[in-house]
Nanobody, 122 residues
Framework: VQLVESGGGSVQAGGSLRLSCAFD????????MAWFRQAPGKEREGVAS???????IYANSLKGRFSIVEDNAKNTMFLQMNNLKSDDTGVYYC??????????????????WGQGTQVTVS
């Protein structure tokens, strides 16, 4: 199983970006998918997560600005980011974990990671 992120780039504050995470068609059904991000000099933190039943959960500070969705037909997960702020700058990673893990935002629960995509907000 592989995860490949795309869609990062540079944007002005207040702008939007949509990140994509393509996953292998053979990804097991009971999997929790998530987006994490890592700002320079900071720990990697959970952004949002999608359970196999389609339910989503977000970091409290990002509710209302970020949206996580999955297109199973395209084997792709998306992170729509609106009203971006300079604090959103960092490398964004998609990750996968067994569906039973909890809590969702613990980095060590996720064993499969993409290579990351840079988001810069100025």
């Amino acid at each position: 199983v592989q995860l490949v992120e795309s869609g990062g780039g540079s944007v002005q504050a207040g702008g939007s970006l949509r990140l994509s995470c393509a996953f292998d068609a053979y990804t097991p059904a009971n999997v929790r998918m998530a987006w994490f991000r890592q700002a320079p000099g900071k720990e990697r933190e959970g952004v949002a997560s999608l359970a196999s039943d389609g339910s989503s959960i977000y970091a409290n500070s990002l509710k209302g600005r970020f949206s996580i969705v999955e297109d199973n037909a395209k084997n792709t997960m998306f992170l729509q980011m609106n009203n971006l702020k300079s604090d959103d700058t960092g490398v964004y990673y998609c990750a996968a974990a067994p569906g039973y893990i909890t809590p969702w935002h613990v980095r060590n629960h996720y064993k499969l990671w993409g290579q990351g995509t840079q988001v810069t907000v100025s």
